[in-house]
C-alpha cells in the first residue's frame, strides 16, 4: 500500500537497482528511483506492459500523499515570488513591533527593513546589510515608536465577488445550480475593481480569503489574495500561492502542493435556497463525499498497482475534474471552511468528517461553538478554529444565542479565534475593530491580535509567509497611529509585498494614552451567564428605589439649552447622588451614616446623558430574518392601491402601533447607555410613516414613560434604488409638500409644512439631495414656511456640505462610517487615513446639526463605540460633549424628540466613550427609575 520507502532502500534492493539502472536508461529512461517499483514488475514478468509514462503516473501516486505546504527551501528565498521590480527598500526606524510570535506576547523595540517583498532585518538590523544601500535605494521612515504589526488577513471576505458598489452581475458569491459544487471557483468572479480594496487595505488589511456564498452545502473553491493593485491588473495576479494547475500550467510534482480552500455551509442558507431542509443538506453532503471517495479509493487502489508494477491492463488514472477538489479534501489537502452556526448543525458536520474521515478547517459565523466545546474536539483531525464577529448577532434564528463573549470562551477551551468580516456583511476596512470588541468582551490581547493575523494565517496554511513579523516574511507590515487595540486605531502606513499603499495617509501617531493596550472591563459574570442561558441570559438590570451614591465619579456631562457642556468638576473623584430617576446632586455632601443609600464606586466613572438610536427597526423586530418575530413593512404609495379602510392614498401608518419590547437587542441597548430608540414603520418604498420614540430598557408599552413620544417625526426615502424613478418620487414628494396630499397623510404634511412636525428623507445620492434643497426652497417660498427637513443615510451629504449648511438641513449620518455598497452611495468620504476630514466632521464645520445612526439592530448597542471613533478621527477638534451629542441632544433636535428629561447614563472605569469603561447604571426620569447593572 501507498508509496515505497524512497529513502532506505534495502540492500538486496539497492543490488538488484544497479543491475536494472542499465536497462531503464536504455527502455524509458526514467529518474533514479523508478527501478525501485519496476523491481516487482521484472518478478512478475509484465514487464513489457510498462507504460511510456510509469514515471509520471508513479510521481502522481506519491504526490497525492505529500501534504500542502511550502517548497524545503522556502524561507532560504532571497526574494518573495510577488516582489514587483523597482520597489524601493523601506527602513523603518524605532518601532515597537508586535511580530505574532511566542503565543503573540513577542514586541520586538528596533527597526525593520523591508526589501525584494519580504522581511529582511527585524530589530537590531545589521549595519553591514544596510551599508548596502544608498540613501536614495532607502526609504526611511522614522516611526517614533509607535506600533508596527503583521498586515490583516481575514479569513472570511467576499471581496470581489461581492463588490461595492453593487450592480448587475457584480454579484458573483453564490451559483444556485446545485447543493453541492466543489468544481466552482471563487477566482473566476473576482472583480478587480470592487472600491472595497482600496478601503480595506487603507484599515490595514492585506490578505483575505475570498469564499463562495453560503446558499450551498459546498458552494466551491476558495482563494487567498492580496488586496494591492498589480502591474498585470489581473484576479490571477492578485492570488497568493495558487494551487499548481490553476492556470493550466503543470503540476510541479518535485514540490509539496499547494494548500487549497473550500466552502462549506449548513444550516439554514443551503437549505433556504434549496427549499429543502437541514437533513437534505446533510445527504447532499454525504452524497457528495461518497461520490469523492469512491474516486479516491479507485485512485488508492490504482496506485496500489502501479507501484506494486502490475501495470497490464491497469488503463487511465481515475479522474473526474469536477471531483478532484473534494477528492483532495479527502486526502487532507484542502482547508474546509464551513459555515455553521447551532449545535444541530455543527454535530452534523463533526460527524460527516468521522464518517468520511475529513478535516474542517474553521467554523465560520458559528455563533453556538462556544456552547459545544467538547463537541468541536470531537472533530476527525482535531478541533477546527473558530471564525467569528464580534457582536453582530441575533439577525437569524441560528444567530439569535450568538455571544461577544463566544471569543473568550472558545480561548478558555483551547479553540482557535479567528475574527472575520464577512465582507460586505461587515466592512472588512474594520476588520481590527472586530478584535478590539473581542478584547473589550474579555479576550486576552495578544490572542486578539492574533485572531486577525497569525491565527488566520495559520488556519488557511500560509504561516510561511504572512501573518508573522519575521525576517523571511512577506513585507505585509501596518504602522499604527495607536495600539492596534485601541479604538479607532488607523494606518500611518501599510506596506503589501513591501510597497506602501497609502499615498499621503492623514493620519499622525495619536498621543501617549493611546498607545497601550486598553485595560477592559471585568465581564466575567456576564460571560458565565451566556453559558449558564445557553447565550440567552436575562438582560433587564436591577431597578432600585433607592438612592445611590456613586462614588470616585471623574467625569459629569450634563444637557444644558439642547447642548451638552462638561461640569466643571472640584476633583477627579466626586460623588453623584440619584433616586428615583433622579439626578440628586453631583460633587455633593453626602452623609456617610445615610444607611438606606447603596454606594457604588466607579473608579473614575463618568455621568452623561443617554444616547439615542435611529435608523434601524429597533424595536419592531426581534430577529430580522424571521418574518413572524417582526412588524414588518408597510405597504408603497407609489406602487400600490392602499386600502380604502386604510384611508386608500390617505394611509399613513404610525410606528408606535407596531411596538415591541423586550427585544433582546433593545435591552443589550439599554444595558450599552441607548435608552432611547427612534424608529419609523419599515419600508422598501417612497412613504414610510410616523416614527415614535420608545425606551428600549421598558418591559411593554403600558409601562410608565415606555413611549417617549408617540410621534416624532414624518418619514419619506428618495431612492435610485426604488422601483419607481426619482423623478416620481420627487414629485410625489413636491405635490404633498404644496398640500395635495389626503387624509392622515394630507394632515401630517400640513404639520410638516406648519414646521410642527420634522420631515425626514432617506436619500444617499448627492444630486437627489440637490434636488431636496431647492425642493425645499421652492416649497418655502411658495407657502412661506420654514420645513425642518432632516437626510437621513445621507452617505454623500459631505459632497454638498455648505449648501445642506446653509439650508439649514440636518443630517443624520446612517451608518456613521460610510461603505459605497451602492451607487447612490459610492462617492463616500472615507475619513482617515485616506482623507483628512471624516463626514461627520466636515458637516459640522458647516454648521450642519449631525446625528449618526445605525442600520441594523444588533448594532444599537455599540453607538457609544461609534460616536467616539468619529470624534478620534477628528483629530481632538470635537469635545467629548460635541461627540456625545451626535448621537443624544443633535438627535432630539432633527427627530422631534423631548430635549427634558431625558435619561442618564453612569459608567464604570471611564466615560461612555472609552473602551475601557463599562455601563454601570441607567438615571431615567422618564420612568422614574435607577437601573444597575449588577
Ligand atoms: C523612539 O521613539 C520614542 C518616541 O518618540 C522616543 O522616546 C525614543 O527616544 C526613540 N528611540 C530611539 C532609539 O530613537
Ligand atoms: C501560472 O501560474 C504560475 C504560478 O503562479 C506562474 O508562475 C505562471 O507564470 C502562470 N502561467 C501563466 C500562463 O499564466
Ligand atoms: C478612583 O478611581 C481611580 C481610577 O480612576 C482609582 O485609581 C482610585 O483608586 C479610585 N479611588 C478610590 C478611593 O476608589
Ligand atoms: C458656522 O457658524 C459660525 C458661528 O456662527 C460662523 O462663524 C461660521 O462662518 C459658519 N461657517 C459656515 C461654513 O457657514
Request: glycine share 8%; proline share 6%; aromatic share 6%.
Amino acid at each position: 500500500m501507498g508509496v515505497p520507502e524512497l529513502d532506505a532502500p534495502t540492500t538486496a534492493r539497492s543490488t538488484r537497482l544497479r543491475r536494472l539502472t542499465a536497462f531503464c536508461f536504455v527502455a524509458v529512461c526514467l529518474s533514479f528511483y523508478l527501478p525501485v517499483f519496476l523491481l516487482d514488475a521484472f518478478d512478475e514478468d509484465d514487464q513489457h506492459t510498462v507504460p511510456i509514462h510509469a514515471q509520471q503516473t508513479l510521481d502522481k501516486c506519491r504526490n497525492l500523499h505529500t501534504k500542502p505546504g511550502p517548497p524545503p527551501d522556502f524561507n532560504l528565498r532571497t526574494e518573495s515570488d510577488r516582489f514587483v521590480p523597482g520597489t524601493k527598500a523601506t527602513l523603518l526606524r524605532n518601532a515597537t513591533i508586535w511580530t505574532g510570535r511566542v503565543d503573540g506576547l513577542e514586541i520586538i523595540k528596533g527597526d525593520l527593513l523591508l526589501d525584494k517583498g519580504s522581511i529582511k532585518g527585524l530589530g537590531v538590523v545589521d549595519a553591514g546589510v544596510l551599508a548596502q544601500y544608498s540613501a536614495a535605494d532607502l526609504n526611511t521612515i522614522d516611526a517614533e515608536g509607535a506600533w508596527v504589526s503583521p498586515g490583516i488577513v481575514d479569513m472570511h471576505s467576499h471581496l470581489g465577488v461581492d463588490s461595492a458598489p453593487e450592480l448587475l452581475g457584480g454579484d458573483d458569491t453564490n451559483s444556485i445550480k446545485g447543493l453541492v459544487l466543489p468544481w466552482l471557483r471563487s477566482i473566476d468572479g473576482l472583480n478587480t475593481h470592487d472600491d472595497a480594496y482600496k478601503l480595506s487595505i487603507s484599515g490595514g488589511l492585506t490578505t483575505a480569503v475570498v469564499l463562495p456564498g453560503s446558499a450551498d452545502a459546498i458552494g466551491g473553491q476558495a482563494f487567498v489574495i492580496k488586496l494591492r493593485p498589480t502591474d498585470e491588473r489581473s484576479p490571477s495576479s492578485m492570488l497568493l500561492e495558487p494551487p499548481f494547475g490553476l492556470n493550466g500550467s503543470d503540476v510541479d510534482s518535485s514540490l509539496p502542493p499547494r494548500w487549497r480552500q473550500m466552502k462549506h455551509a449548513c444550516g439554514e442558507n443551503p437549505s433556504r435556497v434549496y427549499g429543502g431542509t437541514r437533513m437534505d443538506t446533510i445527504w447532499a453532503f454525504r452524497q457528495g463525499y461518497e461520490t469523492a471517495r469512491k474516486i479516491k479509493q479507485s485512485q488508492d487502489q490504482y496506485c496500489d498497482k502501479a507501484t506494486a508494477g502490475q501495470w497490464n491492463g491497469i488503463g487511465e488514472f481515475p479522474e473526474d475534474l469536477q471531483w478532484e477538489a473534494l477528492v483532495d479534501v479527502l486526502r487532507g489537502r484542502v482547508k474546509v471552511h464551513n459555515h455553521c452556526y447551532e449545535a444541530v448543525d455543527l454535530d452534523g458536520m463533526v460527524r460527516i468528517t468521522n464518517e468520511f474521515k475529513f478535516h474542517i478547517a474553521a467554523f465560520h459565523h458559528a455563533h453556538e461553538t462556544y456552547l459545544v466545546p467538547d463537541l468541536l474536539k470531537k472533530m476527525y483531525g482535531g478541533p477546527p478554529a473558530v471564525a467569528l464577529f464580534a457582536t453582530n448577532a441575533r439577525y437569524k434564528r441560528e444567530a439569535y444565542r450568538g455571544s461577544e463573549f463566544a471569543p473568550s470562551i472558545l480561548a478558555d477551551n483551547d479553540i482557535n479565534v479567528v475574527m472575520k468580516s464577512d465582507h460586505p456583511v461587515l466592512n472588512s476596512r474594520h476588520l481590527l475593530y472586530e478584535a478590539q470588541q473581542a478584547h473589550y468582551y474579555g479576550l486576552p490581547a495578544e490572542i486578539a491580535l492574533r485572531a486577525v493575523t497569525t491565527t488566520p494565517a495559520f488556519i488557511m496554511g500560509q504561516d510561511h509567509r504572512i501573518g508573522t513579523v519575521r525576517e523571511g516574511y512577506d513585507a505585509d507590515i501596518v504602522l499604527w497611529d495607536s495600539h492596534p487595540l485601541a479604538l479607532g486605531a488607523a494606518p500611518q502606513q501599510v506596506w503589501i509585498d513591501g510597497i506602501p499603499q497609502l499615498d499621503s495617509p492623514n493620519v499622525v501617531k495619536k498621543p501617549e494614552a493611546f498607545q497601550r493596550v486598553p485595560k477592559t472591563p471585568d465581564f466575567e459574570k456576564e460571560k458565565a451567564a451566556a453559558i449558564k442561558y445557553e447565550g440567552l441570559p436575562p438582560l433587564v438590570p436591577k431597578k432600585t428605589s433607592s438612592t445611590v451614591v456613586f462614588t470616585n465619579v471623574s467625569s459629569v456631562f450634563l444637557r444644558e439649552d439642547n447642548r451638552i457642556m462638561q461640569a466643571m468638576l472640584p476633583s477627579a473623584d466626586v460623588n453623584v447622588v440619584v433616586k428615583d430617576g433622579k439626578l440628586m446632586c453631583y460633587a455633593c455632601d453626602v452623609q456617610e451614616s445615610s444607611t438606606d443609600a447603596e454606594y457604588v464606586n466607579l473608579q473614575g466613572g463618568s455621568v452623561a446623558p443617554a444616547l439615542i438610536s435611529y435608523g434601524s427597526p429597533l424595536g419592531l423586530e426581534h430577529i430580522a430574518a424571521e418574518a413572524s418575530t417582526s412588524d414588518g413593512a408597510v405597504g408603497d404609495h407609489l406602487t400600490a392601491k392602499q386600502p380604502a379602510m386604510l384611508g386608500g392614498n390617505g394611509a399613513l401608518i404610525r410606528a408606535v402601533d407596531g411596538l415591541q419590547y423586550s427585544t433582546r437587542d433593545a435591552l443589550i441597548a439599554n444595558r450599552a447607555g441607548v435608552t432611547t430608540g427612534v424608529v419609523a414603520p419599515t419600508s422598501y418604498g417612497f412613504l414610510s410613516g410616523l416614527s415614535c420614540a420608545f425606551s428600549t430598557g421598558a418591559a411593554h408599552k403600558l409601562e410608565g414613560g415606555s413611549v417617549v413620544k408617540p410621534i416624532t417625526a414624518l418619514h419619506v426615502s428618495v431612492s435610485m434604488s426604488s422601483s419607481t424613478s426619482v423623478s416620481t418620487q420627487i414629485s410625489a414628494l413636491r405635490k404633498l409638500l404644496l398640500g395635495g396630499g389626503e387624509g392622515e397623510l394630507g394632515m401630517a404634511f400640513r404639520d410638516v409644512v406648519d414646521g410642527v412636525l420634522p420631515l425626514i428623507i432617506d436619500v444617499s445620492s448627492a444630486d437627489v439631495m440637490a434636488t431636496l434643497i431647492l425642493l425645499k426652497a421652492e416649497v418655502e417660498q411658495a407657502r412661506n414656511v420654514k420645513l425642518q427637513v432632516t437626510f437621513a443615510g445621507a452617505t454623500e451629504a459631505h459632497l454638498l456640505a455648505k449648501e445642506i449648511g446653509e439650508a439649514q438641513i440636518g443630517v443624520i449620518l446612517n451608518p456613521s462610517r460610510p461603505f459605497p455598497g451602492t451607487w447612490e452611495s459610492r462617492r463616500i468620504l472615507p475619513g482617515p487615513p485616506i482623507s483628512h476630514y471624516n463626514a461627520p466632521g466636515l458637516l459640522l464645520e458647516n454648521n450642519v446639526t449631525v446625528g449618526i445612526g445605525i442600520q441594523e439592530p444588533w448594532s444599537a448597542r455599540n453607538t457609544r463605540f461609534d460616536v467616539a471613533w468619529a470624534a478620534l478621527e477628528m483629530f481632538g477638534e470635537i469635545s467629548k460633549a460635541d461627540a456625545l451629542a451626535l448621537a443624544s441632544t443633535n438627535l432630539e433636535k432633527l427627530l422631534g424628540l423631548p430635549s427634558e428629561d431625558g435619561d442618564l447614563v453612569v459608567t464604570s472605569g471611564g466615560d461612555l466613550l472609552s473602551m475601557e469603561s463599562k455601563v454601570a447604571g441607567i438615571v431615567s426620569p422618564r420612568r422614574g427609575i435607577v437601573e444597575l447593572m449588577d
